[in-house]
């Protein structure tokens, strides 16, 4: 385990770490359920998360980029008392304390020369089994392992429970899909926050025994390229955003040991699949998740020895993992399966949480018939290749018509030059329910030139934006998970049209 820092760990040097800290944390939180994590993807990030599950608590990594509001909402829903986290992060991060924090810094200072010694040779010398008995408190499979809180990206973010039995079964059927090995080095980028960063850069090297090396900035191209050069790194799982920053900045060279690259959280545009391809020489590998499945729910196949992906997948986030079944369903009747049709997609299987922290109702609201309604509209064909065509919630209705944002989006960037992108979002309008706003951040377009191009496109004409409803941005708002933040979006385009806020 190695991070940007130049912190390098062993196995049995970050298992001493994990047991000691375990012991100060039980010492400092007895009576605590739920411990938040305040902390950067990081080997320090890991060892914290590792030292709370070991004590049978639930590490609940706090999203330190979604704004001060929604990390106390974090831990109030939770009935976080105490948070872990450290003077140099938050100092570097901008970030204030929140209430009951304790820093690593601190703890790590108790520790006595003697613990130390103590702890190194009883991890040396104990058994497995002995060491668990003497340290690891709670071994029930389908206990709570982590709460991770959604984006968000269109609305208040959940607290989504998942257990130990969730996220080691989402690893197992990884396991069965893709040939990882002992000598493997995951890239990881992505926060802990995230389910694709707690489930596939935190256990997953762990669980199956490889490497990780930790940057906690993912648009760092910079120093990611001089990690994975550094380190060898064989896996990289990150978000075709992420990717795209990597393809302009790092050198072919510092990819040159990658085997997988899984990319994720978004749609994976075919320039930017082409363009990471002729850059870096491997396929970016798209798959398809969500924070309720812990998150892995299908994933093209690559060959390990080519990187290149089945012919059959091009366009596609690929076949369900083992284990998990999917299916389309007609989205106003209910009625299903749908085969080669496009529908309302629901997934199940044993990586399916077991609901929303303190959302009975949504909970309720997230299952029919014991499947889990993801919300994407997508459909799935004979071979049982996923396709993933819009979200539910991005639909608006016009004049009376289901308007599909996703489609226009499409449509859009095909107008830009790369690496420019768009989003489309909706207001409302007195006259027609809701009207179209869309943002780009190409500068070389008026848009009085894409509201011409889109009026020529054969789009149907109440899918084109108005002239008026046409902005250039220098950026589109994001999360840090890399997906776009359609909430500030949506802000902004009611900033824009002069929609009071809340209408």
């Known amino acids: 385990m190695a991070d940007s820092t130049g912190r390098t760990l062993t196995y049995g040097r970050a298992l001493v770490g994990s047991l000691l800290l375990s012991r100060l944390i039980r010492r400092h939180a007895p009576l605590d359920t739920h411990i938040g994590l305040l902390l950067p993807s990081s080997a320090g990030g890991a060892l914290a998360n590792i030292a709370v599950s070991l004590t049978g608590k639930v590490p609940v990594n706090i999203n330190f980029t979604a704004g001060r509001d929604a990390m106390d909402a974090a831990v109030e829903r939770c009935g976080i008392t105490t948070v872990l986290s450290s003077r140099a992060f938050l100092a570097k991060a901008g970030l204030e304390p929140m209430a009951g924090t304790l820093f690593l810094e601190d703890l790590l200072a108790e520790a006595t020369s003697a613990a130390r010694l103590i702890t190194l040779m009883l991890a040396w010398l104990l058994p497995a089994s002995v060491l668990e008995r003497r340290y690891v408190s709670g071994t029930d499979g389908d206990a709570l392992a982590t709460i991770i809180f959604s984006s968000g990206s269109t609305g208040v973010p959940k607290g989504v429970m998942l257990t130990h039995r969730n996220i080691l079964s989402n690893i197992e059927a990884a396991a069965q899909v893709f040939q990882f090995t002992s ?133 596609s986030v690929g076949r369900p993992l083992p284990g998990i079944r999917a299916m389309v369903i007609d989205v106003v009747s209910g009625q299903g399966p749908l085969v080669g049709a496009e529908g309302l997609l629901l997934v199940d299987g044993p990586n399916k949480m077991i609901g929303y922290v303190g959302e009975p109702d949504l909970t309720r609201q997230a299952f029919r018939d014991g499947w889990y309604v993801t919300g994407d509209i997508a459909t799935i064909d004979e071979h049982g290749f996923i396709r993933i065509t819009d979200r539910l919630s991005r639909f608006s209705k016009i004049a009376g018509e289901m308007v599909p944002h996703m489609k226009i989006e499409e449509q859009l960037q095909s107008l830009l030059q790369e690496p420019h992108s768009a989003v489309v979002t909706a207001v409302s309008d007195a006259a027609r329910g809701e009207r179209l706003v869309a943002f780009y951040t190409d500068p070389t377009v008026t848009p009085a030139e894409i509201a011409e191009r889109l009026a020529r496109s054969g789009m149907p004409r109440l899918w084109v934006p108005k002239r008026e409803d046409l902005h250039f941005v220098e950026a589109i708002p994001t999360l840090g998970s890399g997906k776009i933040d359609l909430r500030s979006v949506r802000q902004l385009a009611m900033t824009r049209s002069d929609v009071p806020e809340g209408v």
């Not at 510092?254 to 391809?277: D, N, T």
């Open 183 to 315: 000598t493997d080095v995951i890239l990881g980028v992505l926060p802990f926050f995230h389910s694709f960063g707690f489930t596939g850069t935190l256990w997953l090297p762990l669980v199956l025994g490889f490497g990780i090396t930790y940057h906690p900035n993912p648009m760092d191209a910079k120093t990611i390229g001089e990690l994975a050069e550094r380190h060898r790194a064989t896996i990289l799982i990150s978000t075709p955003t992420f990717c795209l920053s990597y393809v302009r900045k790092c050198q072919p060279h510092q990819f040159a040991s990658l085997r997988y690259a899984i990319v994720g959280a978004e749609k994976l545009r075919e320039p930017v699949a082409v363009a990471f391809k002729k850059r870096f020489g491997i396929d970016l590998i798209e798959g398809y998740g969500c924070t309720e499945m812990a998150p892995v729910v299908a994933a093209n196949v690559a060959d390990p020895q080519t990187g290149k992906t089945v012919e059959a997948a091009r366009g």
